[in-house]
């Protein structure tokens, strides 16, 4: 289970390093950060492709070093900054999660990109500030076991692990009954299987409640992002996937909750703001100042309501669950195929029901391996998974 420990020296300049710095997370922290220089520093950033947000980063910033996506971006950074470390590509990343320039490293980068240089990080004994859910999917086992192998510590930066790491503080795990995870519903809540087969991918950006990324957006529209958090949490808390419920709340208020063996529920509030949620892993025992407006209980948030999800019509909610009981695997081809398919409907290649229909597919025609004890093991079936779920687009395309 993720231990909860507090250490005294909170009054410690933090350097941070950011996996993923021009994303809605990266930013927001960083906003955090500006807002706070007495408290810390920024030593490292990475991103893709947006060089010219990174470029504004790095005057206002000034880490020590940086990577992207390509070699051409590096070689531009390199002539316009002499006295930064830059790297490039996936190898790039995972070389700057390798150094000891920093105290906390956010792994903000969407997808299973972010297992490699979390590992690393982790196996230097870092502090995860760990918002990328999809390395505790794919890798769960073997991080979890790096972790306690290593010293390192993991603070949830999503706002639903977030919510449950501060309904336990102070509280043993033997008294834990039940994890409360609450999702929104998304832009689909009711909608049944036969809508779903219409939805366009307008329709699909436009979540209710929160500002995200467009693959998570999807994910939450899909409830996949729901089934990623559910195995997330599995790992990160250490309880069972049947002692893990899903909650629509679809207003996004109550974060998540715990039931305790005698009946008692704990939960976090809090208006949706994911700087909540990455301030409160920046500071942690402690906590900043002015991060996000009080609810208003009386003028806004005066009817909070809670739903059971239609598992039979947001598949994917299942086949989480389905994935991370049969275990091994199948939250690998889980995860791989779910990415490409929503790519895939990013780019109007498929429809939004078939990102279901396709995990459902692949998952379906696996043949599990239970043997994953390194990266390279897990990297090699991920890469297989997406080969697989590529051509299974390519098959439905043609039809």
């Known amino acids: ?71 051409k971006n590096a070689l531009l950074l390199k002539n316009k900054y002499k006295n930064i470390e830059v790297y490039f590509g996936d190898d790039g990343m995972n070389e700057v999660a390798k150094v000891d320039n920093y105290d906390i490293f956010l792994t903000s980068v969407v997808g299973f990109a972010g297992l490699k240089p979390t590992y690393s990080a982790i196996k230097r004994g870092k502090t995860i500030a760990l918002a990328n859910k999809e390395t505790l999917v794919a890798g769960g086992e073997l991080i979890m076991t790096a972790a306690k192998q290593y010293g390192a510590k993991i603070l949830p930066v999503d706002s639903e692990h977030s919510a449950i790491f501060q309904s336990l503080l102070g509280t043993e795990k033997r008294f834990l009954n039940k994890i409360l995870l609450t999702a929104s519903g998304g832009p689909f809540r009711n909608y049944t299987l036969e809508q779903l087969r219409n939805v366009t991918l307008e329709q699909t950006l436009k979540h209710p409640n929160w500002n995200m990324g467009r693959k998570i957006t999807v994910d939450s529209a899909s409830m996949m992002n729901k089934g990623l958090e559910l195995i997330e949490a599995r790992w990160l808390f250490d309880v069972s996937p049947s002692n893990i419920d899903v909650l629509v709340h679809p207003q996004s208020v109550l974060h998540s909750a715990v039931e305790f063996t005698d009946g008692a529920v704990i939960g976090q509030m809090g208006i949706p703001d994911m700087a909540v949620p990455i301030a409160f892993a920046f500071s942690y025992p402690d906590r900043l100042e002015n991060i996000a407006k ?106």
């Open 1 to 71: 289970m993720l231990q909860v420990k507090y250490n005294m020296e909170v009054n410690v300049m933090k350097k941070i390093g950011i996996l993923g710095s021009t994303g809605s997370i990266g930013t927001q922290a960083l906003s955090i950060i500006r807002n706070n220089p007495e408290k810390y520093k920024v030593s490292a950033l990475t991103c893709g492709n947006n060089i010219e947000l990174l470029i504004k980063q790095i005057d206002e910033f000034k880490p020590c070093m940086v990577c992207v996506s390509s070699e």
């Open 294 to 399: 009080p609810i208003d209980f009386i003028n806004k948030y005066n009817n909070l309501t809670f739903e059971k999800l239609d598992e039979d019509v947001f598949v994917n909610l299942k086949l989480a669950r389905q994935s991370i009981e049969k275990g091994g695997s199948y939250p690998i081809v889980l995860n791989a195929s779910n990415e490409i398919l929503v790519n895939a409907f990013l780019n109007k290649k498929i429809s939004f029901i078939q990102i279901q229909e396709g995990v459902e597919k692949i998952l379906n025609n696996h043949n599990p391996i239970y043997q994953l004890d390194n990266v390279d093991s897990i990297i090699e079936i991920d890469c297989d998974i997406r080969r697989k779920t590529k051509e299974y687009i390519k098959e439905i395309m043609e039809i």
